[in-house]
Every structure is written in C-alpha cells, then in structure tokens.
C-alpha cells in the first residue's frame, strides 16, 4: 500500500522542525515532503554577526538534505493550494511547475519585511530578513567606508560614515550594535580615514527593545550609548531620499545606508489562501489545525495560534514559538495516524538573549537578568544549543574574531537590486 504523503511547506523554524520531528517519530507511517524555495534552512538570530563578518555566511544555513533524515526535500516557491483536492501547486527555480497532493499539509511560510507607507523607503531602504539582504548590508557598508576614504568633501565623508538603522526590537539593535564595533575596526585600518561612523538606532517606541524585560532593555541602550551609537527613541524616518532621510522632528540626515528593521508582517501567501485569518495570520485552534480542514496545519508566523498564556490573544511571531509550534504539528499528524494523543500548544518562557558584539550581550534566562560576559556566555551557549549543525564552525569563527584581526572585503555577490524590500529577499519571501 502507499503510505500517506504529509506536505510541510516552508523550512522556517516552525518547518523545519516540524519535519525534523516527523522524520524522527512517523516516516515510518508517511512519506514526508518538504517544500522550500532553498535547500537549507537559515539561522536566523545570527545574521547580524555575517553583517559584521564575525561568522562565515555559511555557517548558519543548514542544509536540508543533509539534515533531515527520510524526507523528500522539494526546491520550489508554492503558489497555489488546492484545499478540496488536496494539492500544493509550485515553480521550480527553473521556472517549471510543479503538483505535491498531500493526506496532511502543515503551512509553515513565515513572515517578510513589515512596511510602512512612508516615502522613498521602498526605494532606497534595505531590510534584514535573509541571507542574501546581510551579505550585501556587508558589502555596502565596506563599500561606504572605502569611498569615504577617497572623498575630498568632508559633507560627503560624514554620509558614507553615517548609518541609520530604523527599528530598536531585537534585529535592529543587534545590527547598530554589531555595526558600530564593525566600522570602528574598519577605520583602525584606514589611516586616511578621519571620522568616526555614527551609527543612528532609531524607533517610535519610548525605549530600545520594547518587548523585552526592562533591565534588558536598559542594558542594550547603556551599550549601545556607550560605544556612540546615536540612539533616538520616538523619532522615525518621515521621508526616504537618495541623498539621506528626513526624520520625523523634522531634522534631515545625510546618508547613504539605511536598513529597514521595523518588524515582520504574515507572508502576502497567506491571504491566497481563502481562509479566515487574525491579523494577517491563519486562524487555527489550539491543536494547530485549521477550522474545517483538520488535514490542514499551520505554524510559526503564518498561524494564529491562541496563546493560552493570554487568553484572548495570539502568539507572538518569534522563533522560539514557532519551533516549538512545528514540534507540536509533527506530533498531532502523528497522533491523526494513531501514535499518540494530539496536544494542545502549551509554552513557558524560557527568556531571551540579545548578542550587542564584543564582550556584550543582555539576556534573561528564566527571568534572572544578565548582562557583560556571563550574559555573552548564556546568548552563545543557546545559539549553540538552538543550531541543528555547524556548532563546531559557529564555535571556531567566534575564537578567530576573537584572536585575530576581522577582514573586510566587498564580496560583489549581491547587488542592491537583487534585494528590494518590498519583496523581501528571493529566499525568505515564502518560508522564513
């Protein structure tokens, strides 16, 4: 008899995970079937340190096949989903098209670059979702600081060496953070370079980090204001132009860099669907299926998951929901073919962990806050612990930046319109 093919598309944390439990407790019972628009899955907490050529690009994309014992893995952005005959359409990076009929489908797709209507910010702003967006956010960076070295013009020279980061939550604090220690070393190496970089971290919010713990919190802004960050909370980008932005007190900044880190919004495949959604999300019950298709799964971003820590509201789109979500959908399809019982989605909060470069790191694990090294060891031991491979690399890039003096070079892989931000990158704009 053919076994039951189950369908997880998107190798997200929520994706990924689910297969790697699936492949681990029911490839005996179904054929598993992953479909990506990559080959690996990428970690994404540590792209702000390939931004700042701390770690090996990579290092933190884990690959699928390599990984994820018994399951098919199939490359290719779906477009389509079938729901009454139960098919998954896709194209291939060939362009060709492609069916996946599935018994059970978990949606895993993840989320993109949040906008904002704001003018020339989809033009000339870069966000920080992908692999892809960090490798050219280095090699611009490089690039501006090497110009800068050859301008006369000392206006010139302060924009090259100004950078403006928008968005205080956990991507955009670390990336000012990182970059700021980036570009100082940067100028160490450039003895005709004559200014500092600034480095501007900007937010609506009151104060850095706004969904985390307050000490958290405290600790990431007295970093970042001491190595020169310029940090302006309640202030945002009113207008993007070539030549610099505007800010919303009405003060202008010229600049050549801006990195869009606002937040992340349901990938757009969701509304494609046709199914009832929450804020952009799938609506799901708390066994992570959709009402009316208990076939149909979702997790991590794309879900609506009800958060039963906070009756009434959803999960937050975080990693550490979504892995655990796509752990829970593997163990309710194996419960739908008989092993086991289905659960609902419980959570605990284990705290969180913010990497600030150097020796410097903010975290909270199970509510005791942390900060200098005892924190930078808990944030490295759990982004050790939370890789599924390449620990031993990740391990070995941090002891060399460590030791040695960091190289800087343009790579030239990623031109700037490879990356536009209102499609994200090509390889998070379905399943991160």
Not at 239 to 268: F, H, I, N, Q, S
């Amino acid at each position: 008899m053919t076994k039951p093919r189950v369908v997880i598309v998107g190798a997200g944390f929520a994706g990924y995970h689910a297969a790697k439990t699936l492949s681990r407790i029911a490839r005996d019972r179904a054929e598993i079937v992953l479909l990506n628009s990559t080959d690996y899955f990428l970690y994404l907490p540590l792209l702000p340190e390939v931004a700042a050529g701390v770690v090996e690009p990579g290092r933190i994309s884990v690959p699928l096949s390599g990984t994820l014992n018994g399951i098919r893995v199939v490359v290719g952005e779906a477009d389509r989903v079938d729901l009454q005959n139960r098919w998954v359409g896709y194209t291939n990076p060939e362009g060709d098209a492609g069916r996946l009929a599935y018994d059970r489908l978990v949606l895993s797709v993840g989320s993109v670059n949040k906008l904002l209507p704001i003018p020339g910010v989809t033009e000339y702003a870069h966000g920080f979702r992908g692999l892809p967006e960090a490798l050219y956010v280095h090699d611009h960076v490089v690039r501006q600081m090497e110009l800068a070295e050859l301008a006369e013009d000392p206006a010139e020279r302060r924009a090259r060496t100004t950078f403006v980061v928008v968005g205080a939550g956990y991507t955009g604090t670390e990336v000012a953070a990182h970059g700021q220690l980036f570009t100082d070393r940067l100028v160490a190496q450039r003895p005709h370079l004559d200014v500092r970089p600034r480095w501007m971290l900007l937010d609506v919010a009151h104060r850095v980090l706004p969904e985390m713990d307050q000490r958290m919190s405290d600790t990431a802004d007295r970093v970042l204001r001491r190595r020169g960050v310029d940090v302006r909370m309640g202030t945002s980008v009113a207008e993007a132009t070539p030549d610099g932005v505007k800010l919303t007190d009405g003060e202008y900044v010229p600049t050549c860099t801006l990195v869009w880190c606002v937040g992340v919004r349901p990938d757009p495949f969701v509304a494609q669907l046709g199914l009832r959604t929450e804020k952009g999300r799938l609506v799901v019950d708390e066994y992570l299926t959709v009402p009316g298709y208990p076939e149909v799964y979702a997790c991590g971003d794309a879900a609506a998951v009800p958060d039963p820590n906070n009756p009434g509201r959803i999960c937050a789109m975080t990693a550490q929901h979504a892995q655990r979500q796509g752990k829970l959908a593997a163990h309710n399809i194996a419960a739908s073919y008989g092993q086991g019982r289905r659960r609902p989605y419980r959570h605990r909060e284990l705290g969180w962990v913010v990497d600030l470069g150097g020796k410097d790191a903010a975290a909270n694990p199970l509510k005791v806050s942390l900060s200098g090294l005892p924190a930078k060891a808990v944030t490295r031991g759990y982004h050790l612990l939370a890789m599924p491979s390449n620990r031993a690399r990740i391990g070995a890039d941090w002891l060399l930046d460590a030791a040695l003096s960091r190289p800087a070079v343009q790579l030239g892989l990623v031109p700037a319109n490879a990356v536009p931000l209102e499609s994200s990158s090509p390889e998070v704009a379905r399943y991160s």
